[in-house]
């Protein structure tokens, strides 16, 4: 009833770093995006192998779990061909892969579905493979903990193509999760943001599903009071700016949704928004029937179970090792008069936020929920140290990264840059901890400033562009507002963002270049100074491009 189709465009993972603009290569165009659809359409799009990937709570898994429901009960509505769809946490086999790397799709397959109760016929499954007659759908390689191993899983999955190459294969991952440039015969393609268009269709969407759901009644009063919840949602997004890039991000803008219409308050920064929807996760207290525990304590109980899991690598905890982590905060917070095991089950039938993944055992519903309760954890309990242990480590860069926005950022901002020479990914890490961290030490921010201001003029175009790319974000996301549907920006656009263009299109054959450049690149000097003698028309193919990079694909044009 909710489901959005989400826009997809090529990315070069070699740009993916950077994070906060899609880059695109010479397949799809940012100009031109598609939906999931066109790639499994194998006449629309050539290819079949495909690599999706996206940031927290963009819409991964869900484009998997919808792809397989419209496999089952849609396939007319979407013209899909006469499939089977296969959906495969990768996580939940991946020490299998990497213990036995001979291991065969199906017997991946049936362990797949023998944990979710059903039997699986391996024979019927291989000849369906064998003749090209299934969609494959690997979610989570992001995932898979250690680096090493999601490189022996992605070896795996390479195996997988060659034996079954007329299945279609999609697999989903965050930028990180891909390592070594990706697989070498699939296309990789970035979910991009949500545009004003497709945040007010989920809105209203959602506001009539959960109505309709509230009065057990589909008439004319119903959808009124849908659209009318959903259009005072909107105004609010469009007038609170520190809103806006959060509805960008279907699970944030999600749970805007779920506070507005039950809490009434919409708070401005990402941690804010998490903590006011774990209020909402455990708004009924009586969650065991005795001795409630308010949603404060409920959470200061999973806390150290999501930084245990974090610490292990894990997306999965067997009940077991979950008792044994949450006994002692419980019986802090509670004494004995709740069972462990009675709590987790409580959590898991009455709020959502754990899920059983299969008998007796254990996950958080999303991998956001993980990182942000071990943030807080560490946070209450001062721990930065673990955490700049971990500045080099991917896994935990959402964590880190949730840990400043509560705290002082100083220190792993410090140790970002404590290498000679920096690291290219601990840079971008420092630079996002600057714009989350709630407090940062003057000569800190200085320095990486001053990083930054040098790091411009860096011939190496991967460094150059980490930091254009921010520069060019941050004017995208604070623009002065005229009025509820215009802004405008108070600076001039630099020599060093609208390069982040030229090169982008340069890959496409598309040359932008200003007519007094005598290289491809700005003057040596000049990173920061403002873009001068460039072609109208150059012009305005710059603001087409920028139209899919910023929070609400508007449109752009010269002041008057």
């Known amino acids: 009833e909710v489901y959005i189709d989400v826009t997809l465009s090529s990315e070069n993972l070699d740009n993916s770093i950077a994070g906060v603009i899609p880059q695109a290569n010479n397949g799809l165009s940012s100009k031109n995006p598609h939906h999931i659809w066109d790639y499994i359409d194998k006449k629309a ?12 709570g963009s819409g991964k898994t869900t484009i998997l779990k919808q792809i397989t429901l419209a496999f089952c009960k849609f396939r007319k509505k979407y013209s899909l061909p006469n499939r089977i769809p296969l959906l495969i946490f990768i996580r939940n086999h991946a020490p299998d892969i990497i213990g036995n790397p001979k291991i065969r799709l199906v017997e991946v397959l049936s362990d797949s579905l023998l944990k979710g109760g059903l039997e699986c016929n391996q024979q019927w499954f291989e000849r369906k493979l064998q003749r090209g007659q299934c969609v494959i759908l690997f979610d989570g390689m ?24 007329e299945n279609h294969f999609i697999i989903t991952s965050r930028p990180h999760g891909i390592i070594n440039n990706g697989f070498k015969t699939a296309e990789t393609v970035r979910i991009l943001p949500f545009d004003a268009n497709q945040i007010e269709e989920f809105i209203h969407d959602w506001y009539y ?47 805007i949704a779920t506070l507005h219409r039950f809490d009434a308050q919409l708070p401005g920064r990402r941690v804010e928004l998490y903590d006011a929807i774990f209020r909402i996760f455990f708004r009924r207290r009586d ?3 005795v001795a409630p525990l308010t949603s404060e304590q409920s959470k200061r109980v999973l806390e150290p179970l999501a930084s245990y899991m974090m610490e292990k690598n894990k997306r999965e905890i067997s009940l077991e090792e979950a008792v044994d982590v949450i006994t002692k905060d419980l019986e ?18 009455q709020s959502g936020l754990l899920l059983e993944v299969a008998e007796n055992e254990l996950s958080f519903a999303s991998l956001t929920f ?12 001062q721990n930065v140290d673990k955490l700049v242990k971990e500045i080099r480590n991917d896994w935990w860069r959402e964590t880190i990264r949730l840990f400043c926005a509560q705290s002082d950022g100083t220190k792993i901002i410090a140790a970002c840059l404590a290498d000679e020479p920096i690291q290219l990914e601990q840079l971008q890490l420092a630079i996002d ?17 001053n ?38 920006d108070n600076t001039l656009v630099s020599n060093v963002e609208y390069q982040i263009f030229l090169d982008q299109e340069a890959e496409k054959d598309q040359y932008y270049y200003p007519d007094h450049w005598i290289d491809n690149r700005f003057p040596t000097g000049t990173a920061l100074d403002p873009i001068v003698g460039v072609r109208i028309d150059d012009v305005e193919e710059f603001f087409k491009w920028l139209v899919p990079k910023d929070i609400w694909r508007f449109q752009y044009r010269m002041p008057e």
């Open 332 to 349: 802090e917070i509670s004494g004995e008069s709740i069972q462990p095991s009675e709590f987790l089950l409580g959590v898991q039938e």
């Open 433 to 449: 901890c600057l714009e989350e961290a709630l407090r940062v030490d003057v000569k800190i921010r200085k320095r990486l400033n």
């Open 209 to 255: 599903a959960i109505e309709k759901r509230l009065s057990q009644a589909d008439d004319p009063g119903v959808r009124m009071l849908g659209a009318r919840g959903a259009q005072d949602l909107l105004s609010r997004i469009h007038n609170t700016d520190a809103l806006q890039p959060l509805a960008q991000n279907a699970l944030l803008l999600t749970m």
């Open 287 to 289: 969650l065991l029937g």
């Open 370 to 381: 993980q990182e942000y309760l071990a943030s807080v954890h560490y946070f209450e309990t």
């Open 45 to 56: 799009m050539p290819g079949n192998k495909l690599v999706v990937i996206g940031s927290p």
């Open 451 to 488: 990083i930054i201001r040098e790091g411009v003029d860096n011939p190496d175009p991967k460094w150059r562009n980490v930091i254009a790319s921010a520069l060019l974000f941050k004017r995208l996301r604070f623009m002065d507002r005229l009025d509820a549907r215009r802004l405008i």
């Open 142 to 165: 992001d995932e898979i903990g250690e680096s090493d191993f999601r490189e022996d899983v992605m070896k795996w999955l390479e195996k997988q193509f060659a034996l079954y190459p």
